[in-house]
């Protein structure tokens, strides 16, 4: 788990806030269109990438999702 929060530190901060709403506060892509003024096309587009970055950011630490 430390090393997942550590991951999340390094990325970006509106990656990082976009997933302390969803996994603190339970926000779902609607909060998210609505809090940021993204249509659904480009929020599902954010959120891939940041994934992507997440995902790439922990294979570094030797976890693999």
Known sequence: ???ILEALQ???????EMFRLIIE????????????GLNKNTLDSRLHTYR????????????CY
């Open 52 to 63: 992507n970055e997440l995902r790439q950011l922990l294979a570094r630490r030797g976890i």
């Open 10 to 16: 390094e990325l970006r901060p509106e990656a990082r």
């Open 1 to 3: 788990e430390i090393l």
């Open 25 to 36: 506060e339970g926000a779902t892509r609607k909060d998210l269109i609505e809090r940021y």
